[in-house]
């Protein structure tokens, strides 16, 4: 994909700086099974402390959105957010690593970048909003519900 300055994700991946994905969409057969269904984006095995607060921004574009075609980072929509808030526990279980996932629904966002059914893949973007936090990432999805 030129003109995408990323390098291919390897997970699982730690998010001290804002990181660039492109993930694969599921296959279009599936997406045109029925109208009702909503693709959904999963960001899994997200480790963090539970003690610390962590944040991070998700944002979307379409992968043929290049900055030679007018497109680029400025036009990514914004997806949701991960939020840890800390929480202390009394026992001194402090500093206790949690994994989780994040789930968002994309579906009406591919519409208003104007993803067509033929992409086969769509940008996603992490950017850690919190400094001096380790989180780690082991994988990004786009599945159908």
């Known amino acids: 994909m030129a003109g995408i300055s990323t390098a291919e994700a390897t997970f699982p991946m730690s998010l001290e700086k804002p990181v660039t994905v492109v993930v694969a969409r599921p296959a279009k057969k599936e997406r045109d099974q029925e109208e009702e269904e909503e693709e959904v984006l999963v960001i899994e095995g997200i480790e963090i402390k539970r003690d610390e607060f962590v944040k ?33 526990q009394r026992d001194g279980g402090g500093g206790m690593v949690i994994k989780t996932r994040l789930r968002l629904g994309i579906s009406e966002l591919l519409e208003g970048l104007e993803v067509g059914d033929d992409d086969e893949h769509v940008l996603v973007k992490l950017v850690p909003r919190c400094d001096d936090v380790h989180v780690t990432i082991t994988g990004i999805k786009i599945e159908i519900e």
């Open 56 to 88: 991070f921004d998700v944002f979307i574009n379409d992968e043929d959105e290049m900055p030679a075609s007018g497109g680029g980072p400025e036009k990514a929509e914004f997806a949701g957010s991960f939020v840890n808030v800390p929480h202390k």
